[in-house]
């Protein structure tokens, strides 16, 4: 006879799969995660890419109503504790099997409200905007690795935060020329995209350099379950970042940085020895 655990399965290689589908660096992350953390973190990314595509993707379609009724059927999962929808459904157990707050939910999906009503940010939006569409989702995956110990999850919330912040910020300067042309956006408070200077790519440059090295000591804290996979993250977008730094500011208005698989690989045995060797 089938059973809910067996619908919960399912539901779960949804959420796999989208991981692996949308984000072979992500998941590169999740698989050096220990196994008890990979699925809830699966479950976080499908949540948080089905939102992001709703706003980012679904061209053509009244996204203000999908974005609501996205909202509605998560609230309504997480109440009800079950969903149709598979992605939905497996984050609900993770929503409530390790106490991911309603507040990170809720700000989580006023960030992306405000991508469809915010094209140009100031300080306080800028903030606001990072807030939720990046830090709120360190903190859910923080709430995952503590497994309950608040005393742990609040000494390293701070560090959460800036990890999230940074891995945004990045994708921000990978994404620039997408971002202005085709949705319209520019997230740089005070940036005019077509007249960004030497000195713009800098101030950015240094605060994201910041945020890395705050991030780094609350990595070294976390459990060892979770330690690895988390430094392999920060490690793949420190070096992302770095590429993006070293180029002038007309190759990252007109092409969208990567990474080689091969560089992938070489970063993964770097990070997995100095692991190993307690040399993070």
């Given at each position: 006879m ?70 509605e ?37 006023h ?85 960004m ?14 945020d890395?090295?705050i ?36 190759r ?29």
């Amino acid at each position: 006879m089938n059973s809910l655990a067996l619908y919960d399965r399912v539901c779960l290689r949804a959420s796999r799969y989208t991981t692996t589908s949308y984000s072979t660096s992500f998941s590169l992350g999740v698989r050096s995660l220990n196994k008890r953390f990979r699925d809830p973190i699966h479950s976080i990314y499908g949540f948080v890419r089905f939102a992001d595509e709703i706003v980012d993707t679904f061209h053509g379609h009244d996204k203000s109503t999908l974005l609501a009724r996205f909202r509605e059927d998560t609230n309504r999962a997480i109440v009800e504790g079950i969903s149709l929808n598979p992605i939905l459904h497996s984050y609900q157990n993770t929503v409530r099997n390790f106490g991911i707050e309603p507040s990170l939910i809720d700000a989580f999906l006023h960030s992306m409200e405000m991508d469809l009503t915010e094209a140009q940010h100031d300080q306080r939006s800028y903030e606001e905007y990072i807030l939720g569409s990046a830090e709120v989702v360190g903190l859910m995956c923080l709430r995952v690795f503590c497994e309950g110990n608040d005393a742990l999850y609040q000494l390293l919330k701070p560090s959460a935060m800036k990890l999230g912040a940074a891995f945004q910020k990045v994708n921000f300067l990978r994404d620039l020329q997408d971002d202005h042309q085709q949705l319209g956006r520019t997230y740089f408070p005070g940036i005019d995209v077509r007249r960004m200077s030497v000195d713009d790519k800098h101030a950015i440059e240094a605060d994201i350099e910041n945020d890395f090295n705050i991030a780094l000591s609350g990595i070294r804290q976390l459990p060892k379950g979770a330690r690895f996979g988390v430094y392999v993250a920060y490690v793949y977008y420190l070096a992302l970042f770095r590429k993006i730094r070293a180029l002038p500011i007309d190759r990252i208005l007109t092409e969208r940085v990567r990474m080689r698989n091969r560089r992938k690989l070489v970063l993964l045995t770097t990070s997995y020895f100095r692991h190993s060797f307690g040399m993070l």
